[in-house]
């Protein structure tokens, strides 16, 4: 299995080989980033709820090859800022877990604080 730092690599290197990492900038990278997202949003567009929980073969390749772009994205991005992603993702679950606790916050859509 890959970790997030062999895909890191892996992804600077077939930049490099192509010279593109000319072209990863922060901006460039955030915006291929939202393009990505709004790919991914098309593939659920117009379903129903109960048929994006239970999408078909070729539509499920379809959302995986989206979540694959995305996370290559974002890889790419927090790279270029020097930014860990598992540190950050971590130290953000903690964050939500004091803003969010389970007794106020369980099986709610809604903000418990917002009422």
């Known amino acids: 299995m890959d970790s997030l730092e062999d895909l890191r690599n892996k992804l600077k290197?077939?930049?490099?080989?192509?010279?593109?990492?000319?072209?990863?900038?922060?901006?460039?990278?955030?915006?291929?980033?939202?393009?990505?997202i709004g790919e991914?949003?098309?593939?659920?567009?117009?379903?129903?709820?109960?048929?994006?929980?239970?999408?078909?073969?070729k539509k499920l390749a379809a959302v995986k090859g989206e979540i694959a772009d995305i996370q290559l994205y974002l890889i790419l991005l927090a790279d270029s800022l020097g930014v860990d992603i598992v540190e950050v993702s971590n130290q953000k679950i903690a964050l939500n877990a004091e803003k969010y606790p389970v007794e106020k916050a369980k099986g709610r859509s809604d903000k418990y604080n917002e009422l």
């Open 13 to 36: 290197l077939f930049a490099e080989d192509r010279d593109w990492r000319q072209f990863h900038s922060p901006k460039n990278l955030a915006m291929a980033l939202c393009g990505e």
């Open 40 to 57: 991914l949003a098309e593939q659920f567009q117009w379903l129903s709820e109960d048929d994006s929980r239970n999408l078909n073969e």
